[in-house]
């Protein structure tokens, strides 16, 4: 927990948040509501230990933090056009993206009946399912929405 006069250090802005908006809110809470010092390693204009009785370093240091949050933005939403393109462009040459779907088979179905009916324990119908604990449950949910 930050306290006034703790120091807090980061790598770079876009830790401070997602977008603009967060990374300006975050400073202006930790900076003037908890009264904390923050340091930017990548970015020497952004310490604000050496601002608090230097109108014009202040100044400075909240132009700087207003452009980098822009750019920080920016850049994120132009990294997830370029996601959204590779995988469209993956697609459309045949490559599946993401997780490989599981094949539900019959006798999967059957092990889903007999722990429902409580003649198996869980242990017992992951080992004839070969499934995952969490998969398992997953396509339990969806089985029991289904066919119960």
């Not at 020497?44 to 230097?54: G, I, Q, S, V, Y």
Request: proline letters at 1%.
């Amino acid at each position: 927990m930050l306290k006034e006069n703790d120091l807090l250090v980061i790598k770079s802005i876009d830790r401070l948040g997602r977008n603009y908006d967060m990374i300006i809110e975050e400073w202006s809470y930790i900076t003037k509501t908890i009264k904390c010092n923050i340091v930017v390693l990548d970015i020497d204009l952004l310490d604000t230990r050496n601002d608090n009785k230097n109108l014009i370093g202040k100044f400075i240091s909240d132009i700087v933090l207003q452009i980098l949050s822009f750019v920080v933005e920016n850049e994120k939403a132009n990294i997830k056009q370029r996601q959204a393109e590779g995988i469209r462009i993956a697609r459309a040459k045949g490559v599946t993206v993401g997780r490989p779907k599981i094949n539900i088979t019959n006798e999967i179905l059957d092990v889903f009946l007999l722990y429902k009916n409580k003649k198996c324990s869980f242990k017992e119908a992951l080992k004839l399912s070969s499934l995952s604990h969490g998969t398992f449950y997953n396509c339990y949910r969806i089985f029991k929405s289904k066919y119960i």
